[in-house]
């Protein structure tokens, strides 16, 4: 049964709200409480429960801008910006920091929204009060509730293979991860690195964080979370410099939420990626690594449908781009190096900065030399 308080943090739902949260939140399975993270590191436990909501929160407030009539003047302003990015390939997918002041064309309904947001994640998640909510199932179709859900489950299991002392042989463990997600061929992404065509190029483009750079920027700051923890369980070398990472991994996380100057300054204005964010992770386990950045650009395109205004079925079109990403043989990027280069033209800043910090201002265009301390050193050669 769900809590009063529960039913409070969430405000009335909709039928798309019920269906997101239940993809989203619930994700958390079962057995959440009883996973070596939450045992070890309940906070940091709570802050990815509060990622799922607030996906689905954000999707929420989407959809009823839109439907709002006094939506009609942020959306043929969106259109515009739309038509002038068009005009300016060489900045696609990746911004200078254009999102940084947050002053998108339906900023009076973000503005109005976002305190409720950063409400929500820091409120306290209990995965079993949410479950219920995966039976109401209703506007966005079963086959992207299952494939994100599927995911996150995958992500869930990276984190407790390299947090449990008895898997002595991680990389096995992994590989037997990624066999088992691959396994359900329609609901799970691709282990390759898709097209930047796929998130870049299709109908409804970049209406999501054109649209709403506010819910864009602070559910990327908790994909942000998500991926440098992978990087920071994978590279600690002790059990007390993981205690003292994940210290400062929160420490981060909290900074990007600040408002500072009437805004947010901090949040990131680029699709946080494992190459960029968890070289580690990502040299280590490419597969794994492309899952997770497939599941993420899914997740935009998601929102760039829901963003886009008239579209008569939205349903549909979730559904056409749960089938490009989960398809196993079209459209993937020509090699390595290409997604390499696309991943990081945004550069690494932009994207939240590197999952211990320790940079504080953008690295776009820099040369070797102005890079002291290089963030990314990754050895394999590309395919």
């Known amino acids: 049964m769900i809590s009063f308080a529960c039913l409070a943090s969430i405000r009335p739902l ?3 709200l019920v269906l997101a949260i239940g993809a989203f939140a619930c994700i958390a399975t079962a057995a959440a409480d009883s996973t070596i993270l939450a045992k070890r590191y309940p906070e940091l436990q709570q802050l990815l429960l509060a990622h799922d909501v607030l996906q689905a929160r954000a999707y929420e407030e989407i959809v009823l801008t839109n439907e709002s009539p006094s939506a009609a003047i942020g959306q043929r302003m969106l259109l515009d910006k739309l038509d002038e990015l068009e005009e ?11 999102h940084l002041s947050l002053l998108g064309p339906h900023r009076a309904f973000e503005s109005r929204v976002t305190p ?3 409400g929500v994640i820091y409120e306290e998640h209990d995965a079993d009060e949410v479950r219920p909510l995966l039976a109401e199932i ?11 859900q599927r995911g996150r489950e995958f992500v869930e299991q990276l984190i407790e293979i390299h947090l449990n002392p008895e898997i002595e042989d991680k990389k096995s463990a992994v590989a037997d991860a990624v066999q088992n997600y691959l396994s359900d061929d329609a609901h799970s992404v691709a282990s390759r690195p898709k097209s930047d065509d796929l998130l870049s190029e299709h109908a409804y483009a970049y209406a999501y964080p054109v649209g709403f750079p506010q819910f864009s920027g602070l559910t990327w700051a908790s994909q942000w979370l998500k991926i440098a923890l992978l990087e920071i369980v994978i590279t600690a070398e002790s059990d007390a410099q993981l205690d003292a990472d994940v210290e400062r991994l929160i420490a981060l996380y909290n900074e990007k939420l600040i408002r500072q100057h009437s805004g947010f300054v901090q949040l990131p204005a680029d699709i946080p990626t494992s190459p960029v964010i968890a070289p580690t992770f990502y040299e280590l386990y490419p597969d794994a690594a492309y899952i997770l950045d497939n599941l993420e650009a899914l997740k935009v395109v998601i929102g760039d449908v829901l963003a886009y205004p008239g579209i008569e079925n939205r349903s549909q079109g979730i559904a056409d781009a749960v089938a490009a990403y989960t398809d196993k043989s079209a459209n993937l990027a020509p090699d390595d190096m290409k997604y390499l280069l696309f991943v990081l033209r945004g550069g690494i800043y932009n994207a939240g900065g590197p999952a211990r910090g320790g940079l504080t201002w953008p690295d776009r265009n820099w040369s070797r030399e102005q890079s002291e301390n290089p963030h990314v050193s990754i050895s394999r050669e590309a395919n």
Not at 138 to 148: C, D, E, F, K, W
């Open 138 to 148: 209703g506007n966005l179709p079963p086959v992207a509730l299952q494939t994100l």
């Open 14 to 16: 909709s039928r798309l």
């Open 116 to 118: 409720g947001l950063l």
């Open 88 to 98: 300016t390939k060489s900045s696609h997918y990746h911004t200078a920091g254009n």
